[in-house]
């Protein structure tokens, strides 16, 4: 596949009607930044009225060139039947940012993601679960927000390499049934701080932070309720 600048994939509006099977994308190829003519950056966004599934590898075969992608996945974009961001591969965008949102964003567990140096963003209606991947942007920022349920680093490791990990909870709050689970995490900011802004209210909800056997390394720690 010859790879251009800017790439743009969509479900149509008669796909977002066709629950549950229809309005779903999935990458079934490797996804190799190498087939881009010259060298630069190349964005590719994803649009599905359903689910977003990335099954094979984004990756560069050369890495001794300039070529760096900005990735953008927008599951259930109809706001209709629903539909989630599901990440089973390995992510290497050579520098270029990552922005995912959906229902839920699901991470399979020992999948990698590199940013290096680019921003992270993940937007969940409801939950993100990384499972036990391994997210390392090498000093990019991690962003997590808008969720309405829960947010599981489950025994995942993060690695920011002197970028900010952001957690914002707020939608909980409304809920007030939501939860941020570090339990068994291995976070290293190497400098940057780890942000948590739980916007529950903790006389009447369920939901709150664990940080159970979390391990910080280098890190500054916020939290607010």
Do not use: W
């Not at 251009?4 to 490797?30: V, W």
């Not at 359903?50 to 109809?78: K, P, V």
């Not at 940080?211 to 720690?221: D, P, S």
């Amino acid at each position: 596949m010859c790879i251009r600048d800017s790439i743009k994939i969509q479900t149509s509006d008669a796909g977002g009607s066709a629950e549950p099977t229809g309005g779903n994308i999935t990458l079934a190829t490797e996804f190799d930044l190498h087939n881009k003519p010259g060298t630069g950056e190349v964005s590719l966004t994803l649009e599905a009225h359903h689910n977003i599934n990335i099954d094979q590898r984004i990756y560069d075969r050369d890495t001794g060139d300039s070529e760096h992608i900005n990735l953008t996945f927008i599951a259930n974009s109809n706001g209709v039947n629903g539909g989630d961001v599901n990440i089973n591969a390995d992510i290497n965008t050579r520098g270029g940012s990552l922005e995912a949102s959906g229902d839920n964003i699901n991470i399979s567990a020992a999948n990698t993601i590199l940013t290096e140096g680019a921003n992270v963003t993940l937007n969940a209606v409801n939950a993100v679960n990384f499972n036990n991947s391994t997210i390392t942007t090498e000093s990019g920022n991690i962003t997590i927000g808008d969720l309405a349920t829960n947010l599981d680093f489950g025994t995942s490791t993060i690695n920011t390499g002197g970028g900010n990990l952001e957690v914002f909870d707020t939608l909980a709050g409304v809920n007030a049934n939501g939860s941020v689970n570090f339990n068994g995490s291995n976070i290293s900011t190497e400098g940057g701080s780890v942000i948590v802004f739980d916007a529950l209210d903790v006389d009447s909800a369920t939901g709150g932070i664990d940080f159970g056997t979390l391990t910080l390394n280098t890190c500054i720690l916020y939290t607010s309720d």
